[in-house]
C-alpha cells in the first residue's frame, strides 16, 4: 500500500456513490481480464467516465531508458490517440519522480506547467495523474486532463483514482505473471513436440533429440535415406517416423525385410511377376515396390541382398523404374526409398560383397541411430513407456531396478529392454518392478567374472563377436582394437 492511499483510508467516505460503484464494476473487470491491454483501456473508459474528463492516457514507463510508450490513450468520444506530444511530458515526469498521485488545477496560470506547449495547445485546465507501482517501481501512469470549459477535478477524484490505480496495479501483476507463464509453458510444448511429433519414439537424450530434428529435416524432402544403427536401435521406427512426417504420409508405407531370404523370392516380392513367369505364378503379380508408388518404401537389412539383385536396384533408384519378373512392359514408379542396416555397408564395399555405385546411391541421406548404452538417460523413460504400453500404467520401477538396467550393456538394444520389460511384468505380482525382476542375460559372466586376464579377454571378444553378429570389423571397432587382433587371437583361441 502506497502512502497516499494508507493516509487517505479515513477519507474513503468521500468518494461518491457513483465512484464507489466504479470501483466495484471494475473489480469486476480486473477479476476477468486476462490481457493486459484489454485491462488498461477497459481501465481508461473507466477514468474519463467517473471523473469526467476530456481525455485519458496510459502509459508504460521503462525506467532502464527513462522513456514512455503509449498503452492507450482515448478521448471522451472514445477515439484513439496515437501521439505522446498531445499530452504534457512534464506532468508524466513529475507523477514519476514523485510516484504519488498528482492533481493541478488551473494548468495554464501556473508557471510550471504552462510552459509545456501541449498544454497551450490543448487549452487544458486540470491535469490529474496517478502512478501505476509494481514491485515497487513506477510501471506506468494514467493521465487524465480536461479543457477550459470542463468542470475542475477535485481531491475525491484523485483518491478514487488512486483506489483505482492499486487495483490495476494488482490486476497487471495477476495478468504479466500469467502472460510469463503462458509464455513458459509455450517453450515447454515446442520443447515436448520436437521430441513427441516423432510418432511413438521415445528418448528425450541428446542423441535422440539431435535424431528427432534431423528427421523432422530430412521428411520434408524425397531424399533416399540410408538408417544404419544396431539390431533393435529402431531403425524401423525411425523409417516409419520419416513416412508419417512427410507430405507422403496418406499414402502406403511398405516395407521388406531382405536378410536370409532366397534371392528369386526377395526378387519376385520387389518387382511382381507375370504370369507363366516361372512354375507357379499362376497369375499377374504386384511387386512391392508397385504397391508402394506414391508412398515410401523401406528395404530393411539391406546389406544381405545379393549381387544380381543390386544391379536390379541400383535401376530402380537412377529411373525409378520396374519390370516385372518375365515382364517387358516397364512402369514407372514415384517411391521414396528408405534402407536400413546394421552393418558397415562402406566396409562390404571393400569387401566387394556390396556394389559402390549402389551404395552412394542409396547414401544420400545417412541417419545413424546410436544403441542404447551411448544414450542411457533414454533408459527410464523407455521402460516406462513399454509399461504403459502393455497396459500396466499403475505399475512403477524402483530407483534399483532402473539402475541396474543403466548398467547393463544391452547388445539387443531396445528390443531387448522391451523383452526385459515384457518378462519383469510376468515375473512382478505387485505394482512396484524391483531389480529382482530385471533379468539380463549373460550380465552375470562379465560381472562376477573370478578368472584370469586371457580368459576374461577370451569372453569379452566372444560376447561381442555374438553380438554383434560375427561381424569383425564392427567388433573390432566396439573393443577399440584392429581387426588383425582380433583374427589373431582367435586363432590363438583355436578357432580359426
Ligand atoms: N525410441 C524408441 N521408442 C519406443 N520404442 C522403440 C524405440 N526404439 C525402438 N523401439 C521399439 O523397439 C523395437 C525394435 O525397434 P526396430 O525399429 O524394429 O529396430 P531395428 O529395426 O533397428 O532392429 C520395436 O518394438 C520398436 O517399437
Ligand atoms: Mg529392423
Given amino acids: 500500500m502506497n502512502n497516499f492511499f494508507s493516509e487517505n483510508i479515513n477519507h474513503i467516505k468521500n468518494l461518491t456513490k457513483d465512484e464507489f460503484e466504479s470501483l466495484y464494476e471494475f473489480t469486476e473487470i480486473l477479476n476477468s481480464a486476462t490481457r493486459q491491454d484489454s485491462l488498461i483501456e477497459d481501465a481508461i473508459d473507466i477514468v474519463i467516465k467517473v471523473i469526467n474528463a476530456e481525455r485519458g492516457l496510459f502509459v508504460k514507463y521503462d525506467e532502464a531508458y527513462d ?17 505522446l506530444h498531445e499530452f504534457s511530458s512534464g506532468i508524466l515526469q513529475k507523477v514519476i519522480k514523485e510516484r504519488k498521485p498528482l492533481l493541478y488545477h488551473d494548468v495554464m496560470s501556473d508557471p510550471h506547467l504552462s510552459q509545456f506547449e501541449s498544454v497551450q495547445i490543448q487549452r487544458i485546465k486540470s491535469v490529474i495523474g496517478v502512478p501505476i ?15 477550459l470549459d470542463r468542470r475542475e477535478f477535485t481531491e475525491e477524484n484523485l483518491l478514487f483514482l488512486s483506489f483505482f490505480s492499486n487495483l490495476v496495479s494488482l490486476a497487471l501483476d495477476r495478468i504479466l505473471k500469467l502472460e510469463e507463464l503462458e509464455k513458459e509453458n509455450q517453450i ?36 533416399t535415406v540410408l538408417i544404419t544403427g544396431e539390431s533393435g536401435t529402431g531403425k524401423e521406427l525411425a523409417a516409419k517416423a520419416i513416412h508419417t512426417l512427410s507430405k507422403r504420409k496418406e499414402k502406403p508405407f511398405l516395407a521388406q525385410f531382405c536378410g536370409s531370404i532366397p534371392d528369386t523370392l526377395l526378387e519376385s516380392e ?14 499377374d503379380k504386384q511387386g512391392l515396390l508397385e504397391a508402394a508408388d506414391t508412398g515410401t518404401f523401406m528395404l530393411d537389412e539391406i546389406a544381405d541382398i545379393s549381387i544380381a539383385l543390386q544391379a536390379k536396384l541400383l535401376r530402380v533408384l537412377e529411373n525409378r523404374e520396374i519390370i516385372r ?35 552412394y546411391r542409396l547414401n544420400i541421406f545417412p541417419i545413424r541411430i546410436p544403441p542404447l548404452r551411448e544414450r542411457r538417460t533414454d533408459i527410464s523413460l523407455l521402460a516406462s513407456h513399454f509399461i504403459k504400453k502393455i497396459g500396466k500404467p499403475e505399475m512403477v520401477i524402483e530407483s534399483e531396478a532402473i539402475k541396474k538396467m543403466e548398467n547393463y550393456y544391452w547388445p539387443g538394444n531396445v528390443r531387448q529392454l522391451l523383452n526385459v520389460i515384457q518378462r519383469a511384468l510376468i515375473l512382478c505380482d505387485g505394482n512396484k518392478l524391483l531389480a529382482e525382476h530385471i533379468i539380463l542375460e549373460d550380465a552375470a559372466d562379465l560381472e562376477n567374472f573370478q578368472g584370469t586376464l586371457r580368459e576374461f579377454e577370451k569372453l569379452l571378444l566372444k560376447k561381442r563377436l555374438e553380438e554383434l553378429h560375427g561381424n569383425r570389423t564392427l567388433t573390432a571397432k566396439s573393443l577399440d582394437v584392429s581387426v588383425r587382433w582380433i583374427q589373431l587371437k582367435l586363432k590363438e583361441m583355436g578357432e580359426q
Fill in 270 to 283: 520387389l518387382f511382381g511377376y507375370k504370369k507363366g513367369a516361372f512354375t507357379g505364378a499362376n497369375n
Fill in 67 to 83: 522513456t514512455f510508450s503509449i498503452i492507450s490513450a482515448r478521448k471522451i468520444s472514445n477515439e484513439s490517440i496515437t501521439d
Fill in 188 to 223: 515447454l510444448i515446442n520443447r515436448l513436440q520436437l521430441t513427441e511429433e516423432i510418432p511413438e519414439m521415445v528418448g528425450d537424450s541428446a542423441a535422440m533429440r539431435t535424431l528427432a530434428h534431423i528427421i523432422h529435416k530430412v521428411a520434408l524432402t524425397d531424399a
Fill in 133 to 147: 507501482v509494481r514491485e515497487g517501481k513506477v510501471w506506468g501512469v494514467i493521465i487524465a486532463d480536461s479543457q
Fill in 325 to 359: 519378373l518375365g515382364d517387358v512392359k516397364v512402369k514407372k514408379i514415384d517411391v521414396r526409398i528408405i534402407t536400413a542396416t546394421n552393418k558397415d555397408l562402406l566396409s562390404l564395399v571393400k569387401e566387394g560383397t556390396f556394389r559402390e555405385d549402389l551404395y
